[in-house]
């Protein structure tokens, strides 16, 4: 079920010809604009593989945990959210108020590495508690669950935050002003490269977007645990049956999922149109569903893909509907449901899918 | 038997929860006891079972399509938002050909069709899929419509709060009837004193309930009906096995849009009632995916593949947010309202018994209902009607007699 491409898919991704069609695609979209020069192109493109890193960031644990048991994981949004407010925790606890970019950034690292490893274990144990009673019913109980889970997720984080003396507030701006300004400000080298103002954050998210789909691909294709994971996403009565213990692998994948999740959360901390908040829930959920359907349920290749078509449509539309190109600005948040319905009408499977994975 | 039982109850319910919370407060010498309160903290009130009537009906036609025929409709929100913003956007004069003077009972019917017309359109994409794919679809085609109608200016003055009902209030009844009609209305409804010298007076609120009860109650039996047909059974084939439902020789397309578009007619009636009722719509509580969410919730509590179920779980549902609301005849009110100062302030490890009140209970339904709802997924499954049928072995009408009588004597 898991399709991991050994080299295509993440050569694909390495290769230099895969972007550039697209920067080929954007580039004369732009172009035909009057009056738009290099900057906005390059705002587009690089905005735009941000948000992709960003997608597939949010959406790869989601692609993992469908591909090895096929369970759609509702609660996936929540786990975000929970990495989310931790990971503002430990910033806002760390980072003092004189601390340079360099500093916030090592911290900013550790941090992700803390939330992973304490989320990874709650996930893990999730897992044993809740979801492995029920493997043998329909896939949809697990859907249910795991949806449960989240709810309870969500209210308890709710609870929690206005205890403390965050919430009613939308976004927790205490985390959030853990950034370096460096990332927060327009970027100096994007400035120089390209004239274009972009956010640090987003060649920030770059960065850290191709390290971690790096990290995933080698774990999947390097380690016996890969082995694993993709020989069980194939047939795992024939994996149990050569002495494999599969649950053992369901538990440590649902772990990892939850860990990436909260990862994902971490970033959206600094992110500056999201930031730590109860409504990061549903919010990254409902994105990292339409990365993870449009790609090809369990798909890594598809994530990868799916993750920069809709970054770079995403960017593209925002910068049309804002720029007065097209007199509708609440148009750019439908561009990614639109995008799903297309992509599920012309290929429902998805792109790098299997076709019926996980229906009953 | 049963069905007459359970109306029976929900009719009397309003006329006895006057009485019941009014009883005066009694000083027994150790304290005060007060009947009244108690029971105005622990019983639903008549707004919450409004509420009850129209998430009921919502999740009924979702239990109808999703638990019936099998397929997860994710996207049924949107529906429920057809329906109510059609009666809201003609009241107001906004669609073409339709005076804002049309009755409300045809407005709803033409909502409701408008809703079919649409659930084939979806339908006819959707069902291409099955599974998470078909739960997926539907839920982007929902999302879609939800924030085009968030950012559509043309439905209200500020599109994100959604559009108010102006003009007089819709009015439940025979089209063209004068005299039959009542208007809904939770505040400008109609209200009636000593209702056939009976003493019992009907307010506004308690005629929006029965006036909203009724149609409910026939939406029930209309689709009750479908589902003993020889067309549910077909349903019910399909949930259980597609391809040898295909094999037979039904044409399984055919029957799931028919099933999909009868589904999305009574989830447009809901959303009717629903928006007259509120004398406005919004899209966070019509389109959005959670609307839809709430719906699979009250399903799975009350036991999907039941069609009374989804009832009874909407009436845990509203039960809950009424005991843990706020407001007037919450359980927190009443905690703070009730309990000595030494309790309330009694404090272990720096956490005193208010604090608890104040974060744990006041108004924290969400937290309890999604942790009743795993413990539902995962050690009740067929939900509480299904449960009792698997009990007793068949239909609560048809079984509870005989089991009765085993106990006689």
Redesign the interface.
């Known amino acids: 079920m898991l399709e991991i491409g050994f080299g295509p898919g993440v050569v694909g991704l390495l290769d230099p010809s895969f972007p550039l069609e697209w920067i080929g695609t954007f580039a004369s979209v732009a172009a035909v604009a009057p009056l738009e020069g290099l900057d906005t192109v390059a705002r587009i493109l690089i905005e735009g593989l941000g948000k992709a890193s960003i997608y597939f960031i949010i959406a790869i644990g989601l692609t993992l945990v469908f591909g090895l048991m096929g369970v759609l994981n509702f609660a996936h949004g929540a786990f975000a959210m929970v990495g989310s407010y931790v990971g503002g925790v430990l910033m806002v606890l760390l980072v003092a108020s004189s601390a340079g970019a360099a500093t916030r950034i090592v911290f900013f690292v550790i941090v992700v590495a803390v939330v992973f490893a304490l989320l990874t274990a709650v996930g893990a144990a999730l897992e044993v508690g809740l979801v492995r009673p029920i493997y043998d019913r329909t896939p949809m109980y697990q859907i249910l669950l795991t949806f449960g889970v989240g709810l309870i997720l969500e209210e308890v984080a709710r609870i929690v935050a206005t205890a403390r003396g965050i919430q009613p507030e939308p976004k927790w701006s205490g985390a959030q002003a853990t950034i370096p300004s460096a990332l927060d400000a327009p970027s100096e080298i994007l400035l120089t490269l390209f004239g274009a103002r972009i956010r640090g954050f987003y060649l920030f998210a770059i960065v850290a977007g191709a390290i971690l789909a790096v990290v995933v691909w080698a774990f999947l294709t390097r380690t016996l645990y890969g082995l694993y994971i993709r020989a069980g996403s194939e047939d795992s009565e024939m994996v149990e049956a050569l002495g494999i213990d599969v649950r053992r692998a369901f538990t440590i994948v649902f772990g990892l999922g939850t860990g990436l999740a909260a990862v994902g959360g971490v970033f959206l901390m600094w992110d500056p149109t999201a930031g730590p908040s109860v409504l990061l829930n549903l919010e990254v959920l409902l994105y990292a569903f339409v990365v993870v359907v449009i790609g090809g349920l369990g798909s890594f290749k598809g994530t990868v893909v799916a993750a920069l078509i809709v970054g770079l449509a995403d960017s593209l539309t925002t910068w049309l509907f804002t720029s007065g190109t097209v007199p509708f600005p609440g148009l750019s948040e439908v561009t990614l449901f639109l995008l799903l319905v297309i992509a599920l009408v012309i290929r429902p499977q998805g792109l790098y899918g299997v076709e019926e994975v996980g229906g009953h | 038997m049963a069905h007459i039982a359970v109306i029976a109850f929900f009719a009397v319910y309003p006329i006895v929860y006057g009485p019941l919370t009014g009883f005066p407060a009694l000083d027994v010498g150790v304290g005060i006891v007060d009947p009244g309160a108690f029971f105005d903290a622990f019983l639903p009130a008549t707004t919450f079972l409004i509420a009850m009537l129209f998430l009921g009906l919502f999740a009924m036609s979702f239990d109808f399509v999703s638990g019936y025929t099998?397929y997860?409709s994710f996207g049924h929100a949107a529906f429920y938002g057809i329906g109510a913003y059609f009666i809201v956007l003609v009241a107001n004069g906004k669609v073409p050909g339709l005076p804002d003077s049309t009755p409300f009972m045809l407005t709803m019917l033409l909502g409701a069709l408008l809703a079919v017309v649409l659930a084939l359109l979806i339908g006819a994409?959707s069902f291409?899929?099955?599974?998470?794919?078909f739960?997926?679809?539907t839920?982007?085609?929902a999302?879609?419509l939800y924030?085009?109608v968030?950012?559509?200016d043309y439905v209200g003055s500020n599109p994100q709060q959604g559009p108010n009902l102006a003009g007089p209030t819709p009015e439940v009844g025979v089209p063209y009837v004068d005299s039959l009609s009542i208007a809904l209305g939770r505040l400008a409804g109609d209200n009636f004193k000593n209702v056939l010298g009976t003493g019992i007076d009907v307010s506004a609120t308690m005629t929006s309930y029965y006036a909203i009860g009724i149609i409910v109650v026939l939406s029930y039996f209309a689709m009750q009906r479908i589902v003993h047909s020889p067309f549910g059974r077909v349903m019910i084939a399909i949930r259980e096995n597609e391809e040898r439902a295909r094999a037979v020789g039904y044409n399984v397309f055919w029957y799931k849009m028919a099933a999909f578009a009868m589904s999305a007619f009574f989830a447009a009636i809901a959303g009717a009632l629903f928006a007259a009722y509120r004398s406005s719509a919004s899209p966070d509580t019509t389109f959005y995916?959670?609307v839809t969410?709430d719906a699979?919730?009250v399903t799975?509590i009350g036991g999907i593949g039941t069609l009374a179920g989804p009832l009874f779980g909407a009436f845990t549902f509203e039960w809950l947010e009424d005991v843990l609301s706020s407001q007037q005849g919450g359980l927190a009110p009443y905690l703070r309202g009730g309990l000595p100062e030494s309790v309330l302030n009694a404090d272990v490890a720096g956490v005193t018994f208010l604090d608890v009140i104040n974060?744990?209970i006041d108004g924290?339904a969400?937290?309890y209902?999604?942790?009743v709802?795993?413990l539902f997924?995962?050690f009740v499954?067929n939900g509480l009607l299904g449960s009792i049928r698997d009990r007793l072995g068949g239909t609560v009408a048809n079984r509870l007699p005989a089991h009765l009588e085993r106990y006689r004597r």
Do not use: D, H, K
């Not at chain 2, 291409?128 to 794919?133: A, D, E, P, T």
């Open positions: 099998g997860l994409v291409r899929l099955s599974g998470v794919y739960a997926m679809l839920l982007g085609f999302q879609v924030q085009l968030r950012n559509w995916f959670l969410a699979l919730i799975i974060t744990a924290r969400p937290l209902l999604g942790i709802f795993v997924v995962l499954p």
